[in-house]
């Protein structure tokens, strides 16, 4: 016999096949069990452990499942090898381990490769976040200096997995300041605007389940679409919003789970969705019965006053789930979004962020609280978007003066980036392969794009470089496009700037 001790509880409430399953591959994977050896036949075991022989056969059929025990016949039942003999260590080879999605997209592989050979002093357009500077942190070390000292233990507990409640509070108070009508069931607070994505794409659409999504958008979109394998409908968006025709022929042609769409200051053509149809939209939604998710981390960030709506003001049935932050204004690192929808969904997530994060640390969400109760918030965010139109009218001056003819300038009307389109023959990649070689970075349109209609733009973002650097910046972008382009570009006529 084994001489090895099996347990098989029958008041247990487990399966006893699943007990005996269990334990005779703990044997195994420890070696209790050699390889070669002979188990007891189906019936012996059974007798031996009073049971019936059906409970010995399905154990025994889980462990030839699991490639552990083979039959032969007229011999019996063997312990197999668990892995292939090896004459020497070989190295795990993690890219084999990892699931497909867990790998790096080949456009953003290729985006990292290039950008490795940029020069010390290279003008990097290519950032997606603001430029971190001494008010903000003078902010952050007045705000740290004056907690009390509950706060500063408070702060090291684990966070409630809804946010912190006085951050809730003054979150309501400004977004019902805009014309939404929130409360703090409303509301959860996310490890910035990135957790609150995954979380929704993760709850509202299983794989496989269609999905619309404007087209150009957020290069992290296309990658979250990849990983969690949902079937995508490309919609087209312009200066003016989505394309409304196409959309609402998927709409009457497929079931669809969610729409995603930044309806203000799109990532990556700086438009604002015309209120017009930032109405449509949200009834044409209405209409289907499908949620749309509003992506609205950048909507501070206006350049003209009154600041424009977001989807949920003109929101009536619950239908639109608004995502924002603070991290594009204020700091990157501070890692505060969150998603304000109908309570039934706020509490249904509520489950998820226990399992992947166990909910935004405490010292972040106490800043953001003092931030936006003190009102230095607001105060910051003045002088700031002073700075970021000084450097917006920088980059248009520099564009209108200094680009070739040919390219279409797209100014940001909010947020941070200008979408440049180039003339059709002009491949993104080239440019910025060569604009790194020059110290200009921009990034490649394809990145923002499901298909090939990005090839020929490019995204700049004059937010994330310093203002006296944004002149020389386009200057030195305006040679290498036109060192690339090709002879049988038009060259007549001026730089279209579509305001």
Same mark, same amino acid.
């Given at each position: 016999?084994?001489?090895?001790?099996?347990?098989?509880?029958?008041?247990?409430?487990?399966?006893?096949?699943?007990?005996?399953?269990?334990?005779?591959?703990?044997?195994?994977?420890?070696?209790?069990?050699?390889?070669?050896?002979?188990?007891?036949?189906?019936?012996?075991?059974?007798?031996?452990?009073?049971?019936?022989?059906?409970?010995?056969?399905?154990?025994?059929?889980?462990?030839?499942?699991?490639?552990l025990l083979d039959s032969r016949s007229g011999s019996g039942t063997y312990?197999?090898?668990? +892995?292939?003999?090896?004459?020497?260590?070989?190295?795990?080879?993690?890219?084999?381990?990892?699931?497909?999605?867990?790998?790096?997209?080949?456009?953003?592989?290729?985006?990292?490769?290039?950008?490795?050979?940029?020069?010390?002093?290279?003008?990097?357009?290519?950032?997606?976040?603001?430029?971190?500077?001494?008010?903000?942190?003078?902010?952050?070390?007045?705000?740290?200096?004056?907690?009390?000292?509950?706060?500063?233990?408070?702060?090291?507990?684990?966070?409630?997995?809804?946010?912190?409640?006085?951050?809730?509070?003054?979150?309501?108070?400004?977004?019902?300041?805009?014309?939404?009508?929130?409360?703090?069931?409303?509301?959860?607070?996310?490890?910035?605007?990135?957790?609150?994505?995954?979380?929704?794409?993760?709850?509202?659409?299983?794989? !496989?389940?269609?999905?619309? #999504?404007?087209?150009?958008? *957020?290069?992290?979109?296309?990658?979250?679409?990849?990983?969690?394998?949902?079937?995508?409908?490309?919609?087209?968006?312009?200066?003016?919003?989505?394309?409304?025709?196409?959309?609402?022929?998927?709409?009457?042609?497929?079931?669809?789970?969610?729409? *995603?769409?930044?309806?203000?200051?799109?990532?990556?053509?700086?438009? /604002?969705?015309?209120?017009?149809?930032?109405?449509?939209?949200?009834?044409?939604?209405?209409? *289907?019965?499908?949620?749309?998710?509003?992506?609205?981390?950048?909507?501070?960030?206006?350049?003209? +006053?009154?600041?424009?709506?977001?989807?949920?003001?003109?929101?009536?049935?619950?239908?639109?789930?608004?995502?924002?932050?603070?991290?594009?204004?204020?700091?990157?690192?501070?890692?505060?979004?969150?998603?304000?929808?109908?309570?039934?969904?706020?509490?249904?997530?509520?489950?998820?962020?226990?399992?992947?994060?166990?909910? #935004?640390?405490?010292?972040?969400?106490?800043?953001?609280?003092?931030?936006?109760?003190?009102?230095? *918030?607001?105060?910051?965010?003045?002088?700031?978007?002073?700075?970021?139109?000084?450097?917006?009218?920088?980059?248009?001056?520099?564009?209108?003066?200094?680009?070739?003819?040919? #390219?279409?300038?797209?100014?940001?009307?909010?947020?941070?980036?200008?979408?440049?389109?180039?003339?059709?023959?002009?491949?993104?990649?080239?440019? #910025?392969?060569?604009?790194?070689? /020059?110290?200009?970075?921009?990034?490649?349109?394809?990145?923002?794009?499901?298909?090939?209609?990005?090839?020929?733009?490019?995204?700049?973002?004059?937010? !994330?470089v310093p203002l006296e650097q944004i002149e020389e910046?386009?200057? +030195?972008?305006?040679?290498?496009?036109?060192?690339?382009?090709?002879?049988?570009?038009?060259?007549?006529?001026?730089?279209?700037?579509?305001?």
């Amino acid at each position: 016999m084994l001489g090895l001790k099996i347990v098989i509880e029958k008041g247990s409430g487990v399966p006893l096949f699943k007990q005996l399953t269990d334990q005779l591959r703990t044997a195994i994977m420890r070696g209790e069990i050699s390889e070669g050896t002979r188990l007891p036949s189906e019936r012996e075991l059974s007798k031996l452990l009073r049971l019936n022989r059906s409970v010995v056969v399905k154990a025994y059929n889980e462990l030839k499942m699991d490639g552990l025990l083979d039959s032969r016949s007229g011999s019996g039942t063997y312990v197999i090898s668990v +892995r292939p003999p090896q004459k020497e260590f070989d190295m795990i080879s993690w890219g084999e381990q990892l699931n497909s999605w867990a790998t790096v997209p080949a456009g953003s592989a290729r985006w990292a490769s290039v950008l490795k050979g940029r020069p010390d002093d290279c003008i990097r357009f290519d950032t997606g976040i603001p430029l971190v500077g001494d008010e903000q942190t003078n902010l952050l070390k007045g705000i740290l200096s004056d907690l009390t000292e509950d706060e500063l233990k408070s702060s090291l507990d684990y966070p409630s997995l809804r946010g912190n409640s006085e951050l809730i509070k003054y979150l309501c108070l400004r977004l019902n300041g805009s014309g939404m009508h929130v409360n703090s069931r409303n509301i959860l607070i996310t490890i910035g605007a990135e957790e609150a994505v995954y979380l929704l794409f993760s709850a509202l659409a299983r794989p !496989g389940e269609t999905i619309v #999504v404007e087209n150009p958008t *957020y290069i992290n979109i296309i990658n979250i679409c990849r990983m969690f394998q949902h079937r995508v409908l490309p919609v087209g968006r312009n200066s003016e919003g989505l394309d409304f025709a196409t959309l609402e022929n998927v709409l009457k042609r497929s079931r669809v789970k969610f729409i *995603y769409t930044m309806s203000c200051s799109h990532n990556p053509t700086g438009s /604002n969705m015309s209120e017009e149809k930032k109405e449509s939209l949200v009834r044409l939604a209405e209409k *289907y019965s499908v949620p749309i998710i509003d992506d609205t981390v950048f909507s501070e960030i206006q350049y003209s +006053r009154p600041a424009p709506k977001t989807l949920k003001y003109y929101d009536h049935h619950n239908c639109v789930i608004e995502i924002g932050g603070l991290s594009k204004a204020y700091a990157p690192g501070l890692r505060i979004g969150w998603i304000a929808a109908d309570e039934a969904l706020i509490e249904k997530l509520i489950e998820p962020v226990r399992m992947i994060s166990l909910g #935004v640390p405490n010292i972040s969400q106490l800043v953001a609280a003092k931030l936006l109760s003190t009102g230095e *918030y607001d105060r910051f965010l003045k002088r700031y978007l002073g700075l970021c139109l000084d450097k917006k009218e920088a980059a248009k001056r520099a564009c209108l003066r200094y680009l070739p003819p040919y #390219v279409k300038v797209n100014e940001a009307q909010g947020g941070n980036f200008f979408w440049l389109e180039l003339p059709a023959s002009l491949d993104c990649w080239k440019l #910025v392969a060569e604009g790194i070689k /020059n110290g200009v970075a921009v990034s490649p349109g394809s990145l923002f794009t499901f298909d090939s209609s990005g090839r020929n733009f490019v995204r700049l973002n004059p937010l !994330g470089v310093p203002l006296e650097q944004i002149e020389e910046g386009i200057i +030195r972008l305006s040679k290498v496009i036109e060192s690339i382009t090709t002879s049988d570009i038009n060259e007549e006529g001026t730089v279209s700037v579509v305001v």
